[in-house]
């Protein structure tokens, strides 16, 4: 499905996906807990595929050396985490699925960090599953290194 639509909770950020999307993922890193209070549910946005009302409104964090995430500066609302380093992943969007309007339809894909998952929750259904060096070898500009 394309043209999903999303946005913050006070409705001052707004996006819509142009172009489709079939799935979410997971991200069980300590910085995507803190990010999101809870897990980091994400959807990649396909590349050319995104547009946004109310820029203006979006405040950046540099939350490591490459990538950052993007919140609404009025009312907090986690919206993105960006890839911003040279690299195979530069410029990938991951839109937090929280703030997608519907979220029907987009089955849950691929847990990342699964070696910094606490044992306290687990997502019902199979999924692949990444450790973090499986992850950094393969997003991280320099492998991980």
């Given at each position: 499905m394309s043209?999903?639509?999303?946005?913050?909770?006070?409705?001052?950020?707004?996006?819509?996906i142009t172009k489709p999307v079939n799935?979410?993922?997971v991200c069980h890193c300590s910085m995507c807990r803190k990010h999101s209070g809870g897990v980091g549910?994400?959807?990649?946005?396909?590349?050319?595929g995104l547009e946004w009302t109310g820029e203006e409104n979006i405040q950046t964090y540099v939350s490591s050396p490459w990538a950052?995430?993007?919140?609404?500066?009025l009312c907090g609302s986690s919206l993105?985490?960006?890839?911003?380093?040279?690299?195979?992943?530069?410029?990938?969007?991951?839109?937090?699925?929280?703030?997608?309007?519907?979220?029907?339809g987009l089955p849950l894909k691929t847990e990342i960090y699964i070696d910094h998952k606490p044992d306290s929750y687990?997502?019902?259904?199979e999924t692949k599953k990444m450790t973090q060096?499986?992850?950094?070898?393969a997003f991280a500009p320099d492998g991980g290194n």
């Open positions: 043209n999903r639509e999303g946005g913050c909770l006070c409705g001052a950020v707004r996006y819509r799935h979410i993922d549910l994400g959807l990649e946005a396909p590349t050319g950052e995430r993007g919140f609404c500066r993105f985490w960006r890839m911003t380093a040279d690299g195979p992943a530069e410029g990938m969007i991951s839109l937090s699925a929280g703030t997608l309007d519907d979220l029907n687990a997502f019902a259904g060096a499986e992850v950094e070898a």
